[in-house]
RNA sequence: GCCUGGGUGGUGGAAUGGUAUACACGCACGCCUUAAGAGCGUGUGGCGAAAGUCAUGCGGGUUCGAGUCCCGCCCUAGGCACCA
């Protein structure tokens, strides 16, 4: 090897990688053929929000990642497809326009613009030809298609419901711009609004998106997370008598066991039942109460979200003056009324069990209501003498041992144990003991088993500007008159198909307004139509839709667009002969979407888990679906992604990289100083992608010094056989970078390379065989630095990206010796030279072995050898 | 409180139960330079002159052998949280 440098060329990666990315996009190299590809791979990753000043090394840590993979399997023989594209309607982008004061549309077009020069300026394998963005006309259309089938579908429907509402941007917050209570943007506690609002009915698929968690690989902190957004409880719904007024008192439980030690019954400040109280009703109620308990309610109803909610807070009631008659035995119990009690889940009403449960049991203390108990703990007999309440952690409830009876115990059980007190359930355990009960209660028609959800309906309206307009007529004269194109919704009509999109109208006054009604509200020329019933005066609605709507089915749209956009000459190159979509009944092609589809995998960030990850199941579980539509346009798969990876979190000096901390690195710096190969190459070395990393500028110095060596090293190679260490180096290197990739150890696969380098570059000659296969290896990560390489070393023909992978080289590794260590009782006692062939001989081994050990053993004899092939051999005296 | 991850040099981080600290940063010394920079080379966990010996958050255990497995703690990051 040439150590000298000053022969060498120059690198410069701005002209290197200015040259490839052009060439590739002229070629349209990374351009799979959609209808005729042997080996379909969809590479997706999570496409970007362009709201911030521009892509930041955290979206290009994603991408890269996501990349160095494509790459992977490009060159193990796949038809790989890396689209990429903008998710820029929403409120994010909204935010970010009027931040800087441009119109949205005006904004998102320098920040398209921004975003597509970055984006090709990481030397990221996409489709150009199949880039999408959510605000663009032609993909709305679609959005549009996808909430008219849900209308049609029954699952889109109005009510009115609170919103978050921040006063000081006088705006709708979507739930997950609300943190503890306050707008995440400048901390103002968060009003509650009551507005009518449109909904999708994802409860309804609560189940399904439940079971689908076990069929997909995907990290398990995601699917736990969606287990418990979703949130199935199994139980029981209670039917109790109330006194003195003719009606009954459903409850929800998850532990109807303790029926019998239900001593009070707690129900919402907003229950129906509160207000017929109010109403002066029922006659025996005192003044007195009555006047506590509007109080009550007023309070109850002026806390925030956040006073209501906080965990620590003591508990608070009124009595309703009510008594209910507990069916099993009999007992009249109060009813009171407290706001940790929630109208939104179960029926808004509760039996309490103090004697086991944490909440039941402070309100019981408070308030002096009797505490029985009626599960016995396992092993109960065992005594267990009182300790005071205030050295006990809150864990010890659940351990507690108690004697039953007890009048006042410390802490409520809450464990499993044995049904007690209870009559004829005396003796049941847990966990049949429910099922028993159910069953008991059903028989006596005293209940039946329920089960309730934390999932909530998707509230999909937005009083905003920038997002696609919600497809939707209203019609008052139809209402009036009973009609309606759904018989449950009178007076509403989806849009006509043809006549999508309802654009969104460029206008002025686009900022939010604060009465409660998005801008559009002020532009009859948008809202003035005729219906589509009656063709009288018509309003449309004038809301727009979530932006986890655009990208709850972006990926199907990439598989539609490009030289798939004009379908009808697709339908032609269908040999089966099957008829084919035109376009104009599904945002897709079914005979694409069958082949491409599901994604192989898709890369993203974790912090989407019960958001967009959640959504995007149940859209393309409502296309399997697809009613109102020919079945054979219906989506054949239920899961769209099988597999997820979540990638990690760039850091910066420890910190979150955000905005308002003001550690946003943006790349471009990078880049026109190092070169876009030094910077992937340093991000995917600073740490397991799974893990992310923390980003420091004197890390990328030294992967630059890296990229320096290698391209001096091969441009001063001569090429020559290689030696022993070499072609050993080169195996075990392929072998373990190709599985490192493989599970996405990036970081590890990088210091492999490295460490190749410094074995080889010194003074030693390797073979164009060895040179290639490095070659190759590297060429994920620093895509332009290896073409160029490939193309002046004349290696091959064609883009380095179609070759395939290195060969392993098995058989150089019989060629090879390998050092396996001596151990006398684990302690190192010295080595051995073994030769491949050998080395799963332990006999030989031991026996090589063996004159090294006896001259340590001092008299004392060999019990046994443990031999581990090619790793370490230890002798147990 | 509950559920997940994670605690290894000065730093980022490697280690299918098998030579702990790969690779990189930083630092030190040297070469080359008038000099600086760049580049190249050598060294770099602690203690010890050395043989050695002690080190993977703390305390136990299993094993010929534990960063890795088991039990009990501590700390830390993230998610969920009055959901009956």
Same mark, same amino acid.
């Given at each position: 090897?040439?150590k ?9 990666p ?9 060439k ?8 799979p053929?959609?209808w005729?590809?042997?080996k ?8 970007p ?6 892509l ?44 800087v ?21 990481t ?8 880039t ?33 509402w ?14 503890d209570g306050?707008?995440e ?7 509650? !609004? ?7 009915k ?6 399904r ?15 736990i ?41 707690v ?7 509160v ?19 509007k ?51 179960g ?18 203390k ?9 599960i016995e ?25 108690g004697?039953?009876?007890?009048a ?9 144990? !044995?049904?007690?007190?209870?009559e004829?359930?005396n ?22 088993e ?10 999909i309206?937005?009083?905003r ?9 209203y ?42 009604e ?14 589509p ?6 309003? !449309? ?20 667009i490009?030289d ?6 697709d ?10 979509n ?26 989407h888990s ?19 539509q020919?079945q054979?346009?219906?989506l ?15 850091v910066?000096?420890?910190?979150k ?8 690195v ?13 910077? !992937? ?14 980003f ?33 180096m ?38 164009k ?52 260590p001596?151990?006398i009782?684990?302690?190192r006692r ?7 062939k050998d ?10 072995a063996?004159?090294i ?5 001092e ?5 046994k ?13």
């Amino acid at each position: 090897m040439n150590k000298d440098a000053s022969s060498t060329k120059e690198y410069k990666p701005q002209e290197i990688e200015a040259f490839w990315q052009k060439k590739w996009s002229d070629d349209k190299t990374f351009t799979p053929s959609l209808w005729t590809d042997p080996k379909p791979y969809f590479n997706l990753m999570m496409f970007p929000y362009p709201s911030a000043e521009g892509l930041h090394v955290g979206n290009m840590y994603a991408f890269t990642g996501a990349d160095v993979h494509g790459r992977f399997k490009r060159m193990n023989g796949y038809q790989v497809f890396e689209p990429i594209g903008l998710d820029g309607f929403g409120i994010h982008s909204e935010n970010y326009a009027l931040k800087v004061g441009r119109h949205p549309a005006e904004q998102a077009k320098i920040s398209q613009k921004n975003f597509y020069r970055q984006l090709a300026s990481t030397g990221n394998g996409y489709d150009w030809t199949r880039t999408l963005e959510t605000y663009d006309p032609d993909y709305y259309r679609w959005t549009q298609w996808l909430f008219i089938q849900m209308f049609k579908s029954g699952l889109a429907y109005r009510k009115k419901a609170k919103v978050n509402w921040c006063p000081s941007d006088k705006t709708v917050l979507a739930d997950e711009q609300v943190i503890d209570g306050k707008c995440e943007r400048d901390g103002a506690v968060v009003e509650k !609004r009551d507005l009518e609002q449109w909904f999708f009915k994802i409860t309804d698929y609560s189940d399904r998106l439940l079971a689908g968690l076990d069929k997909i690989d995907w990290p398990e902190k995601v699917k736990i997370a969606q287990k418990l957004w979703i949130g199935k409880s199994k139980g029981a719904r209670l039917k109790f008598k109330v006194d003195s007024q003719n009606r009954e008192l459903e409850v929800f439980t998850t532990r109807p066991d303790t029926l019998y030690g239900a001593t009070f019954m707690v129900i919402s400040p907003e229950h129906p039942l509160v207000e017929e109280i109010l109403s002066g009703a029922d006659a025996n109620i005192s003044k007195r109460i009555i006047e506590n308990i509007k109080q009550y309610v007023v309070e109850a109803k002026n806390k925030t979200e956040q006073d209501r909610t906080a965990t620590d807070k003591e508990k608070t009631g009124v009595e309703s003056g009510l008594l209910a008659t507990n069916p099993v035995n009999g007992a009249k119990i109060p009813i009171w009324i407290a706001d940790y009690v929630l109208m939104g889940y179960g029926t808004g009403a509760i039996m309490a069990v103090p004697a086991h449960d944490e909440r039941d049991f402070a309100f019981a203390k408070k308030y002096n209501l009797p505490i029985t108990e009626v599960i016995e703990p396992k092993g109960g007999s065992v005594a267990h003498h009182p300790r005071p309440t205030s050295s006990l952690k809150d864990s010890d409830a659940v351990a507690r041992r108690g004697s039953p009876n007890r009048a006042t115990p410390n802490l409520p059980f809450v464990g499993e144990g !044995r049904i007690i007190n209870s009559e004829s359930w005396n003796g049941w355990e847990m966990p049949e003991s429910i099922d028993k009960v159910i069953e008991w209660l059903k028989e006596n028609k005293i209940g039946k088993e329920e089960s309730n959800y934390h999932l909530r309906d998707w509230l999909i309206s937005r009083q905003r500007y920038w997002g696609p307009p919600i497809p939707m007529i209203y019609c008052k004269k139809c209402e009036e008159e009973g009609k309606g194109e759904r018989e449950d919704m009178p007076g509403w009509y989806s849009a006509p198909l043809d006549q999508l999109p309802v654009l969104l109208p460029d206008v002025t006054d686009w900022k939010p307004m604060g009465s409660g009604e998005s801008p559009l509200a002020s532009h009859p020329e948008f809202y003035n139509t005729t219906c589509p019933s009656c063709s009288s005066v018509a309003r !449309r609605e004038t809301d727009v839709s979530d932006t986890f709507l655009d990208s709850a089915w972006y990926y199907l749209r990439y598989l539609s667009i490009g030289d798939t956009k004009n379908m009808s000459k697709d339908i032609k190159t269908d040999k089966n002969g099957q008829e084919e979509n035109d376009g104009s009944k599904v945002p897709y092609v079914p005979g694409i979407i069958k082949r491409w589809c599901p994604v192989a995998i898709y890369i993203g960030g974790a912090e989407h888990s019960v958001l967009h990850l959640l959504y995007v199941r149940f859209i393309a579980m409502v296309l399997h679906d697809l009613k109102n539509q020919p079945q054979n346009l219906a989506l054949e798969f239920e899961e769209p992604f099988p597999r997820f990876f979540a990638h990690g979190l760039i850091v910066k000096d420890g910190a979150k990289m955000s905005k308002s901390k003001g550690n946003v690195v943006v790349p471009d710096a990078y880049i026109n100083k190092f070169g876009a190969d030094t910077l !992937r190459l340093y991000l995917m070395f600073i740490g397991q992608f799974k893990d992310g990393g923390d980003f420091r500028d004197s890390g990328i110095e030294g992967t630059n010094r890296f990229v320096k060596r290698v391209w001096n090293l091969f441009n001063t190679v001569e090429f020559g056989p290689d030696s022993e260490e070499t072609l050993r180096m080169i195996n075990k290197t392929i072998k373990e970078v190709t599985n490192d990739i493989e599970s996405f150890s990036y970081n590890t696969a990088i210091a492999k390379l490295m460490e190749f380098y410094n074995h080889i570059s010194d003074d030693k000659k390797w073979s164009k065989e060895t040179a290639t296969s490095y070659l190759k290896l590297f060429a994920p990560f620093a895509p332009h630095m290896t073409e160029e390489l490939w193309k002046n070393m004349e290696l091959g023909e064609g883009s380095i990206h179609f070759s395939s992978w290195p060969e392993h080289q098995e058989k150089y590794l019989e060629t090879n010796e390998v050092i396996v260590p001596i151990q006398i009782n684990g302690k190192r006692r010295g080595e051995i030279t073994v030769s491949s062939k050998d080395i799963k001989d332990q006999a030989k081994v031991e026996e090589k072995a063996k004159e090294i050990v006896s001259a340590q053993l001092e008299g004392k004899e060999v019990k046994k050898a443990i031999y581990v092939p090619g790793k370490i051999i230890n002798f147990v005296v």
